[in-house]
């Protein structure tokens, strides 16, 4: 995602909205609108979004982040940051905990028990080597055939 002043950012192509998935807009382009930047739609002498602009353009959706995202008031040139980690800076750490958390979110909710549930589990009168598989399962540790792949 690039934290920036906008003039180098494309609306359409550049990542600039706070969207976890792809942060781009999902507003179908408008041709008429082909070649604006994010600074196009920025008023920097109020340090404000040029709100009726921004509406005209974007699907509700996508204006109202727009409209949510906060001005630094020394206009820094663009750059590219690691959305994922506090500072901006890419990890492999940050890299590997984003995957994994991806993963987790794929394999829908019930793939990561809240910590009730683990208490519920330990606490059970079962062998020992049942609750240790079922939390070597939940935690996708144990090979099969979609780990494996």
């Given at each position: 995602m690039a934290h920036c002043n906008g003039n180098s950012l494309n609306i359409w192509d550049s990542r600039w909205i706070p969207r976890s998935s792809s942060f781009q807009v999902i507003t179908p382009q408008n041709l008429l609108y082909v070649q604006i930047r994010v600074c196009d739609r920025i008023d920097t002498h109020n340090a404000a979004w040029h709100a009726t602009l921004v509406e005209n353009i974007f699907l509700h959706v996508d204006a109202a982040i727009i409209l949510d995202i906060?001005?630094?008031?020394?206009?820094?040139?663009?750059?590219l940051v690691w959305h994922y980690t506090s500072d901006g800076s890419f990890t492999v750490r940050s890299a590997y905990h984003t995957i994994n958390m991806s993963k987790c979110t794929?394999?829908?909710s019930s793939?990561?028990?809240s910590?009730?549930?683990w208490r519920t589990v330990w606490s059970l009168?079962?062998?020992p080597c049942l609750k240790l598989f079922g939390w070597?399962?939940?935690?996708?540790?144990?090979?099969?055939?979609?780990?494996?792949a």
């Open positions: 906060p001005f630094c008031a020394s206009w820094p040139e663009d750059k794929a394999l829908g793939s990561r028990p910590r009730g549930v009168r079962i062998p070597r399962l939940c935690k996708g540790i144990i090979p099969y055939g979609y780990n494996i």
